[in-house]
């Protein structure tokens, strides 16, 4: 996994580089700069930071990580945030820019960051994450380095009216929608869509514009080859279904491909090449290795996802690769209404869908 947000104490994290917050003169006091220099060892610590002596912000510079589980402390000094009007944003990008540049010289293969600026210099915490989201993603593109940010407490993330605005109205809409077919199949083709218990009553089998559960995979896929029909879809209509189906000859011409057959198909046909899908898919390139020599490669399911996105897939591309896989996308999954809600946004970044599961307490993606 290449980047990945944590909730921890920054001192307790293994990593070959830890980032610590710095104070511009050699001295510390307060947050995470007091933290690191207590775990580390505060005399030997302090001596090394001495010897680098002033530091301005958007700097960084390296000591040893003495008691740490780490080989290096980067300290960088990050702005006092006074209203976004003084280069805050420009220092802080640098305080993320530079301390990966450090890493790389020392042929670090991990790094673990704190939200920088966002404690007692005020810096606002939505847009620091963005900052930092943007500069890791670009860093990404080019190396090959585990990247961890290690946020404090639930209140270090508190993001969803600002970045994802939209997430939970879509899990509420479509939890209610499920609860509202259950209780409304009344009719003879309600009752066809959704079954019966042993008792005569009306069961959902979670079919529906989001898929099918775990426990209903085979029919899911089976299903998932045909184009939906606006009777078999009540809530989207024919225009939706109009929108994800595929021609016949398109479905039929790769029945019997495995899942690892069809990622390496579907790379080819968008004109990707493997490095921009793997790291895209925020998967290391070992993992990619292992599933393009293997045409029998199982997937776990957030994996499958993951490339699923990566790949740019529509919603019904989405389905039928992870079908391939043995999966389905539930609406009784928050993890898989989050995915569907950045499809249907043609949102695929995979940064910035890991913040919102991460804010939902769910899985990310690479895990």
Same mark, same amino acid.
Request: charged share 25%.
């Given at each position: 996994?290449?980047?990945?947000?944590?909730?921890?104490? +920054?001192?307790?994290?293994?990593?070959?580089?830890?980032?610590?917050?710095?104070?511009?003169?050699?001295?510390?006091?307060?947050?995470?700069?007091?933290?690191?220099?207590? *775990?580390?060892?505060?005399?030997?610590?302090?001596?090394?930071?001495?010897?680098?002596?002033?530091?301005?912000?958007?700097?960084?510079?390296?000591?040893?990580?003495?008691? /740490?589980?780490?080989?290096?402390?980067?300290?960088?000094?990050?702005?006092?945030?006074?209203?976004?009007?003084?280069?805050?944003?420009?220092?802080?990008?640098?305080?993320?820019?530079?301390?990966?540049?450090?890493?790389?010289?020392?042929?670090?293969?991990?790094?673990?960051?704190?939200?920088?600026?966002?404690?007692?210099?005020?810096?606002?915490?939505?847009?620091?994450?963005? +900052?930092?989201?943007?500069?890791?993603?670009?860093?990404?593109?080019?190396?090959?380095?585990?990247?961890?940010?290690?946020?404090?407490?639930?209140?270090?993330?508190? /993001?969803?009216?600002?970045?994802?605005?939209?997430?939970?109205?879509?899990?509420?809409?479509?939890?209610?929608?499920?609860?509202?077919?259950?209780?409304?199949? *009344?009719?003879?083709?309600?009752?066809?869509?959704?079954?019966?218990?042993?008792?005569?009553?009306?069961?959902?089998?979670?079919?529906?514009?989001?898929?099918?559960?775990?426990?209903?995979?085979?029919?899911?896929?089976?299903?998932?080859?045909?184009?939906?029909?606006?009777?078999?879809?009540?809530?989207?209509?024919?225009?939706?279904?109009?929108?994800?189906?595929?021609? /016949?000859?398109?479905?039929?011409?790769?029945?019997?491909?495995?899942?690892?057959?069809?990622?390496?198909?579907?790379?080819?046909?968008?004109?990707?090449?493997?490095?921009?899908?793997?790291?895209?898919?925020?998967?290391?390139?070992?993992?990619?290795?292992?599933?393009?020599?293997?045409?029998?490669?199982?997937?776990?399911?957030?994996?499958?996802?993951?490339?699923?996105?990566?790949?740019?897939?529509? #919603?019904?591309?989405?389905?039928?690769?992870?079908?391939?896989?043995?999966?389905? #996308?539930?609406?009784?999954?928050?993890?898989? /209404?989050?995915?569907?809600?950045?499809?249907?946004?043609?949102?695929?970044?995979?940064?910035?869908?890991?913040?919102?599961?991460?804010?939902?307490?769910?899985?990310?993606?690479?895990?």
């Amino acid at each position: 996994m290449a980047f990945k947000i944590i909730r921890n104490d +920054i001192t307790k994290v293994s990593a070959d580089a830890i980032v610590n917050t710095a104070n511009p003169e050699p001295v510390y006091g307060g947050g995470t700069d007091t933290a690191i220099y207590k *775990a580390a060892g505060e005399e030997e610590l302090l001596e090394e930071r001495r010897k680098i002596g002033s530091l301005e912000p958007g700097q960084a510079a390296v000591t040893p990580a003495f008691k /740490l589980d780490a080989k290096y402390i980067i300290h960088t000094v990050g702005p006092v945030w006074i209203d976004g009007e003084h280069g805050e944003k420009e220092k802080v990008r640098s305080c993320y820019e530079n301390s990966l540049k450090l890493a790389k010289e020392r042929e670090c293969e991990s790094i673990a960051f704190p939200l920088i600026s966002t404690g007692t210099y005020g810096f606002p915490k939505a847009e620091a994450l963005q +900052i930092a989201v943007a500069v890791f993603g670009e860093f990404l593109a080019e190396n090959e380095m585990e990247i961890t940010l290690v946020v404090f407490d639930e209140k270090s993330f508190v /993001l969803s009216d600002k970045i994802f605005a939209g997430v939970d109205a879509y899990i509420d809409e479509n939890y209610v929608s499920e609860t509202l077919e259950y209780e409304y199949a *009344a009719d003879e083709q309600s009752v066809a869509l959704f079954g019966r218990t042993p008792d005569g009553e009306s069961k959902p089998r979670r079919r529906s514009l989001f898929g099918r559960s775990e426990a209903d995979n085979t029919s899911f896929y089976m299903d998932s080859m045909v184009a939906p029909t606006a009777a078999a879809m009540p809530m989207a209509g024919a225009a939706m279904a109009a929108k994800s189906a595929r021609s /016949l000859d398109e479905l039929m011409s790769h029945v019997g491909e495995s899942w690892q057959q069809s990622l390496l198909r579907l790379i080819d046909e968008k004109g990707y090449t493997d490095t921009e899908v793997y790291k895209r898919a925020n998967v290391d390139r070992k993992l990619f290795s292992k599933i393009r020599s293997n045409a029998a490669y199982q997937p776990k399911k957030i994996t499958a996802v993951a490339f699923a996105l990566a790949l740019r897939l529509s #919603l019904d591309e989405t389905k039928d690769l992870l079908g391939r896989a043995g999966y389905a #996308l539930s609406p009784s999954s928050k993890f898989d /209404l989050i995915i569907e809600y950045f499809i249907e946004q043609e949102v695929y970044d995979s940064y910035t869908i890991n913040l919102a599961l991460f804010e939902h307490e769910q899985p990310l993606l690479g895990e």
